[in-house]
Structures are given as structure tokens and as C-alpha cells.
């Protein structure tokens, strides 16, 4: 963490001293500063802004928050235009420029593609991972590019298939979407998150809804991630990418579009690659696990994806869309957990359609349905305890998951009423050597079926203050097959042989927004949002050796009862805002060992590893900030902190008052220096210590760090170049978040990627 204070100290030094120099030099220079945003509030980076009269031209482009400084300009009147791919020109006439003060302009840039049909609609803007901050980062996957921003932290599995943590919420506690349609992980353990289950290449942005995303759909108890893929828009587009670096890791990728103002058509497809990573000591992540010789010559992934949309507009307002994507994930490997991914394949399509009328009362009419499907097959082929085995491996199990649903929403006015059902099927049998290779259907070929109405209502109470309320209720119907059940193994642990359950809850949300003036705004929210128990946490069933592991029928939904208050303040270029949330959920999910109640024949160990509800709380706050420092220099970074605590339940066994896998205060700061061609970054991460760990699950603390990764790249007409050096200084360390659970974990905590370095090219026109 030295090393990272020291950076911080020096890049505020510099900001300051930037600052302070930065007033303008005489009467008739002055100096002017703005944000572009995207039309959900974003800010927007890398947008070229001129502003011109008949004498001048200047040209900068907005860093990391949208921002952008011109520090001498001479007093006059000038037309400011904001230029980005796949938006639509704006220009903001007439901008007086004063030699004694400091101008201030705010662009705001509308998509130039075709609509989207899913919006995760607030009073308050959306905290979004834009492409062009996507395009410069060396993650391998979203969970890993998003791990940057404020409040969102990974949980790292292996060389890829890393999950989202949302203000300390994960998992099942997170609703995810990709253009509208839910995409489910297949594997028990959550090997596959639903954010695995797409690639990079097909993004366009992603949008995160850790406050008002919590009532958009059903489950997002601790908001909503929404994952908005590529559209064509008008004319002929054309990119490609590869990307070569360390460990072996390739990743071509290319995507083409064509479009008119009544039809688009895009198509795209990506292959990625690697070796497993070294950490900083030089040992690949395979030998901290049970592996053996043979996964020498086995890539730590290879994942293969393709899709293609399909835009048409048949009248003026009606609006008609079709996506199917394809991804074929082989040989993954998972050292945190006892077996790897022989496959993980999935298919995912869409269609969608917009009515907008733009009547006196119904102004526009939303409506998506969809279909997913997801096959996992893992093993233990590749580790020790394969050995011996009368079969190449000795544990083994097999996973689907289908999803099929819809949502509508329409504007009434003031009024959106929106509807969402769905249907998941989730069925996964394991064979062990240990058990004979009896089947055991861990998750007994269980049906969710999911019916929500939602209504929100939007005020203006003044020219500078909105309210808006939202109300839902959901209706959920969770079914296991009772054939399939091992309804044994819920008698011996929680006398109850119940395998079916239905839950009907309602949610609200409140949000006001007021504007201050003087560039203060502020956002205020409560909540109450619920969401199901998932088949796994009620259903599952496998006995084992030494200790089972099984589900409990008897959880009740957890509700969580929030508040959140956040101030924005914008100040020439400088956007800083500040978040604080608390959280109070009634009966949190957590896993407890639970001791055998009943006798049943069959059942023969005594303690199975479950789930109980207990009371819990969250509580967190994040600061972030990006400023231009001149019209060329950048400063931008966040800090995050969560603290995750529960109620004992010594009855239960449940005695640490910590909850597992809570984040500690984590910090990111960056130096950026960039003109139309060039740019240039250092940036430092750090953690603190993780020593709030949940003792009766045997988490282990987790020591600070801090590292520095650097970045540069140019552009050459239509061509782009970029090289990235990831952890620089070559520390090993690992991150917090890298305990996992039973009943597939190896107990293994595996460290991150050594320096590593990325080189990239991509083309576009």
C-alpha cells in the first residue's frame, strides 16, 4: 500500500498545482470546461470536442468522467461541438467565452443506432462501463472490467469467469440481464456466472443499478446489472481487434454492420485464449492446486462466440428487433474449486419491439422476449483425485438451465406500468467415485416460474426536483421434481419433505432528486426489495463423504429495507460524487453447518453443510472524482468501503457476527495524459486489509496491496494501437474475495496475474 499513498500524494500534488495555475493568463484569454454525457447521464470518455468560430479552432478529448478543459482561449463567441462513434453529433451555439471568468458547457450525446427495447429507468443517472473504457482495458471478462468501478468488487475462480460483487452483494442477490433477457448460470458451485456467458466484443455498454435497479426485476435484491449489446446504425461499420499478450492469451474478435433509417444488420463473432497465468513469484495458478502433470499442456480457457442482430422499422413508430448469440467455452479451469469445465456452452436470442405513438396518454410501448439455454459438463480429470478411478475421472457433474421470458413496459403520461414473467428449468445430477458413482440429482430438475407487475410514477415537484415511486409485486412458484429430490436428506437435516414453495412479495422504491444549483445536486432513495430463495438454496441434495451438503425448504425470501444518499458536485471540469447506502436485510441467506435432526435410512453422516436465514446488515459508501487538469491531463479515481455484519444464532452454531466475503476499503487513482492521437496512464489499485472474515465458515484474513499498471496508445487514421503492463511492480497477492464455498471448493485461494502485458490493435471504419 506504500507505494500507492506515495502515488496518490504525488498525482493530488500535481492536481493541485494544475489547479492553482490554471486561471487565465489576461483579460482576453479565458478558459473553458465541460462534460459530455450519454443520454442516460454518463459521462462519456474519449469524445473529441471542437470549439470554432471564424478565427479559431481547438480540438481536446474528454477523459475518464466525460470532462474537458481548454485552458486559453481567447473571449469570443464559439460553437462547441462533441463528436463519438456511435452517437449522434451535438453542438452547443453561441458559447460566450470570457477573459474573466471560466465558462462552463454540458453536452449531452443520443445514440445514432437503433432504440433499446430493455431500460433500467432512475431518477438519477446510471452508473455505465461505456465501450471505450471497455476497449482500452486488459480484463478478461466483465466481472473483471467492472471490478474498477466504485462499489463493485470480483471474485476470481481462474483465468476468466469472474463474478460480480455489488456493494457486497453477489450471486443470486444480483439481477442480470443482457439486452433484457436473463441469462443463468448452470453449475451448483457458480463455476459460470450469467455475466461468463457473453463477450466482450458484442458490448456496448453496461449499465449498473446497485440502488433503483433493485425493483426492475425480480431478484435484484441488490440491484440490477444490465448489459446493453451493439446495434447497427446508418451506413456501412466495420471493426476489428486482436489483442496478443502474456501467458499465451489471444483474442481476435471483428463485427460488422449495415443499416438505413428503416433497417440494420450486425454480425460479429470472437475467439479468446490463454495459458493459465503466473502470479508474482513466477508459479502458475495450477500448481497452488491438485493438479496433475497432464494440465501442463491443457490452456487455462477457450472460449469461441458469434452473433448477430437484426434491426427493422416497418412505419414510423414501430420498432422490430432480432439477436442470437452462440458461445462455446472449453477446458476451463477452475483451481478454486474441485473440478474444471469440460464445456460450457450457450445460446442466447431475443426479440424485441417499440411502439411509440407518441399519443397524448400512451407515448411508447416496450416489450422483449427471449430464450437462454446453458449446458455445463465438469470434472475432475485433471486433478489427483481422479486417480485410481475406474473412469478418467472420479467426480463429475452435469448442468442445464433454461430460461424463457418476457417483459413489457408502457408510458402512460406520468406512469410506466411494466410486466415481466419468466420460466427457469435447473437440473443438474453428480456422480462420485467415493459414492460409487451413484446419480445424484443435486438440483432436482427444479421449474421457477416468476410473474411481476410493476408500475412507477415520475413527478416534477419543481423546476429543479423530481420524485419518482415505484411499486411491484412478484409472484414466485419454485418446484422441484419429487422423483428427483433427495427429500431424505431435507427430513434428516430440517425435518421437512417439502418440495414445493410459493412466495408473494411487494416491493417500492422512492427516489427524489433535487438540484441545488451552483452545479449541487442530490439524489435521496429508500427501498424495500425481496427476492426468492434459488433452487440450490432450497433443493439441493448430495451426500458425501464425511459431511452432505443440502438445501433448505424452509428458507423464507430475504428482504432488504435500504436507504442511500448521494451529493454530486460539479465544478468547471471537476465531477466528484459521493454515495453512502445501509442496508437492512431480514432473513439473509447464509451458510451454517447444520447437525442430523432425524434418523433416516441411508443418511449416514451427521453434519451437512446448508443454508439458514439470519438478520443482516450492510452498510458502504463510495467516493469518486475525475477532473481535467488542463486539455490534456486527467485525474481521475474512486475509493470504496462495505461492511457486511449478521445476528448470531448460537442455536444454530452460528456465532461470528461477520458476513463471508465482504469486501474491505479498496482504491483505485489514475494519471491520464492524452491528445487526438495519443494517450498515456498510470494508475494505482490498493486494498486494505481484509480482517472481518466469518470464522464459522473458516474464511481466512486477507493482507493489503497495492499495485501499478501503465498504459499508452495511439491512433493512425483508422487504426489503433494500445499496450498495457498490468501490475508493473510484479507483486504476488491475491485479492479478498477468493474464498469460496462447498461443496465443489479445493480450499485453494489462488494468487493474480504477475506483471503481464497486452498489446492491441484494432481497426474500424
Known sequence: MKNICVLVTIIVMVGINVIAMGGPINDAIGILTGVVTGPGGQGLPGVTVTASNDNVTIVVVTGEGGNFRITEINSGIYNVRGDLYGFHSTIAPGVEIDGHDVTHVQLVLSSSTFHDTMEVNSASPHNSLEASRIRESDARDVGEALATMPGVWKVRRGGIANDVVLRGFQGEDIAVLIDGARVAGACPNGMDPPTFHLDFAEVDRIELGPGNGRIASQGGLGGTINVVTKKPGEGFHASASLVAGSFGMVNPSATVSYGTDKFGVLAGGSHRSSEPFEDGSGQRFTENANYTDAVDNVDAYDVTSAWTRLFYRPGEVHELNLSYAHQEADDVLYPTLMMDAVYDDTDRVVLGYRFTPSAEILSEIRATAYGTQVKHWMVDSLRTTSENSPRDWGMGTHATTQVVGATAEADLGAFTLGLEAYSRNWDAWTEMAGMNFMRQFSVPDVDVDVLGLSLRWKHELSPRTILEVGARVDR??????????????????????????????????????????????????????????????????????????????????????????????????????????????????????????????????????????????????????????????????????????????????????????????????????????????????????????????????????????????????????????????????????????????????????????????????
Open 476 to 765: 414466485v412458484t419454485t418446484t422441484a421434481d419429487p422423483t428427483k429430490a433427495n427429500t431424505n436428506l431435507y427430513y434428516a437435516y430440517h425435518g421437512v419433505r417439502d418440495t414445493s414453495a410459493t412466495d408473494t412479495e411487494p416491493s417500492l422504491s422512492v427516489d427524489l432528486t433535487h438540484d441545488f444549483g451552483n452545479r449541487l445536486s442530490l439524489n435521496g432513495r429508500i427501498s424495500s426489495s425481496v427476492r426468492s430463495p434459488d433452487a440450490r438454496e432450497r433443493y439441493f441434495g448430495l451426500k458425501r463423504m464425511g459431511a452432505d451438503w443440502v438445501g433448505n425448504p424452509s428458507l423464507a425470501p430475504p428482504r432488504s429495507n435500504g436507504a442511500e444518499l448521494g451529493l454530486t458536485w460539479t465544478a468547471g471540469s471537476a465531477v466528484i460524487t459521493a454515495t453512502t447506502w445501509i442496508d437492512d436485510v431480514t432473513d439473509y441467506i447464509t451458510l451454517y453447518s447444520q447437525s442430523r435432526v432425524n434418523m433416516v435410512p441411508g443418511v449416514m453422516n451427521t453434519q451437512a453443510q446448508t443454508y439458514a436465514n439470519v438478520d443482516a446488515r450492510l452498510t458502504g459508501a463510495t467516493i469518486e472524482g475525475s477532473a481535467a487538469l488542463s486539455s490534456r491531463l486527467y485525474l481521475s479515481g474512486n475509493v470504496s468501503w462495505v461492511r457486511g455484519t449478521k445476528d448470531p444464532d448460537p442455536a444454530l452454531g452460528i456465532l461470528s457476527t461477520h458476513l463471508a466475503e465482504m469486501p474491505p476499503l479498496t482504491a483505485r487513482v489514475a494519471l491520464r495524459w492524452q491528445d487526438q492521437r495519443y494517450f498515456a496512464e498510470i494508475e494505482g489499485l490498493g486494498s486494505a486489509e481484509q480482517d472481518r472474515v466469518d470464522t464459522d465458515l473458516s474464511e481466512e484474513t486477507t493482507p493489503s496491496y497495492g499495485i501499478l499498471n501503465i498504459k499508452g496508445g495511439a491512433s493512425f487514421g483508422s487504426f489503433r494501437l494500445q499496450l498495457i503492463i498490468h501490475n508493473l511492480l510484479n507483486r504476488t497477492y491475491h485479492e479478498n474475495l477468493s474464498y469460496l464455498r462447498n461443496p465443489y471448493r479445493s480450499g485453494v485461494r489462488i494468487n493474480e496475474p504477475g506483471r503481464s502485458v497486452s498489446l492491441s490493435l484494432g481497426w474500424k471504419m
